[in-house]
């Protein structure tokens, strides 16, 4: 049994929280380069400590030849320990700086595309005024993606459109975002009174491209007709409101993405839409898992207390069925 204890504590000793990330770099890159370079060390300096971590375990992890780097079977079963290890050891040196201030420290927030230009500016005072000893690091995605990384775990929270249909995640509403038409100056729709969901859609409808949860919104509540024949695509919100300025057709554009918005007056009408309720619930959203849940729940309020001008805060997360 002695025995048994003395190589344990041998191979704790040697086992090190750095080559654990090497090695889920490896397995995530598929080459030793790209994985190097992530790490900032030197591709020699990281294949030599990728080698002492498999000795020590007694396992090789990876199949290595001219062509690819490819997981072995013991490396497929070992590698989301390892992530889960590395998730769990950044988790306790964040905790460790927020015993004054919960929210201090380092907090890595993802925001979908078609929100982050428009709402972030308004929250990056108060929240820092607030909050001084937040760090902030602001990633900018679509939904499914910035959704993956929360649970892989290289973000803590994501600012996205609610519902989000994964029971490893919970979700804090923050505010419903109106949507409002944009349509060229001197069409019929820039006249018509009142302005109904039912209105929309046909030939003339301008989409943001496939990934963009905003654009399911857009079809969900637009006619039945909307995607029939070609449909005109943009990448961004700023180039469909470029699309529509040009004439091209109009669109829904989320409310924040239109207040204040001048630059193209004389080309570009927007008008608010009859339905109160066709618009988007903005949430907080975080791995369920995540023992900092009372604190977020506290930057929650804080952000449904300032929700921005147009928008009104809620409590109220919409189900599926009207996402």
């Known amino acids: 049994m002695a025995e048994r204890e003395g190589a ?21 890159e598929a080459h030793f380069g790209r994985a190097a ?5 030197s591709q020699p300096g990281l294949s030599e400590q990728v080698r002492k971590l498999e000795a020590l375990i007694g396992v090789a992890l ?19 320990q390892a992530e889960r290890v590395l998730t769990e050891a950044r988790l306790f040196l964040e905790l460790a700086g927020r015993v004054a201030d919960p929210l201090a420290g380092l907090l890595r927030v993802g925001v979908i595309a078609t929100l982050g230009p428009y709402y972030v500016p308004l929250i990056l005072k108060p929240l820092r005024a607030a909050h001084p000893g937040l760090d902030l690091r602001l990633t900018e995605g679509r939904t499914a993606g910035l959704l993956d990384l929360l649970k892989r775990g290289d973000l803590d929270l994501v600012l996205a459109a609610l ?15 109106p949507f409002d038409l944009a349509c060229p100056v001197g069409t019929p729709l820039a006249r018509r009174s009142p302005l109904l969901v039912e209105d929309l859609g046909g030939a003339d409808l301008l989409l943001l491209e496939e990934g963009h949860c905003l654009r399911d919104q857009a079809l969900s509540l637009c006619s039945g007709d909307a995607t029939q024949g070609p449909v005109r695509l ?18 829904l554009l989320p409310r924040l993405a239109t207040l204040g918005r001048d630059d193209l007056e ?16 903005i949430g907080l959203v975080s791995r369920r898992s995540d023992p900092r849940g009372s604190a977020f729940a506290t ?5 449904r207390a300032i929700a921005p001008a147009g928008t009104r805060a809620t409590t109220d997360c919409p189900s599926p069925a009207h996402a």
């Open 8 to 28: 344990s504590r041998t191979t704790l000793a040697g086992l090190s929280l750095r080559d654990l990330e090497y090695v889920v770099a490896v397995a995530e």
């Open 37 to 41: 370079e992530r790490c900032g060390v």
């Open 62 to 80: 990876f199949e290595r030849s001219s062509r690819r780097v490819a997981l072995t079977p013991e490396g497929e079963k070992l590698i989301p």
């Open 163 to 177: 519902p989000v249909a994964d029971d490893t995640l919970t979700a804090e509403p923050l505010f419903f975002e």
């Open 234 to 251: 943009a990448s961004s919100l700023e180039m469909l409101r470029a699309m529509i300025a040009a004439g091209e057709g109009h669109s």
């Open 266 to 281: 004389g080309l570009m009408v927007v008008r608010a839409l009859a339905d109160p309720d066709a618009g988007r619930t």
């Open 299 to 303: 930057l929650a309020g804080f952000l």
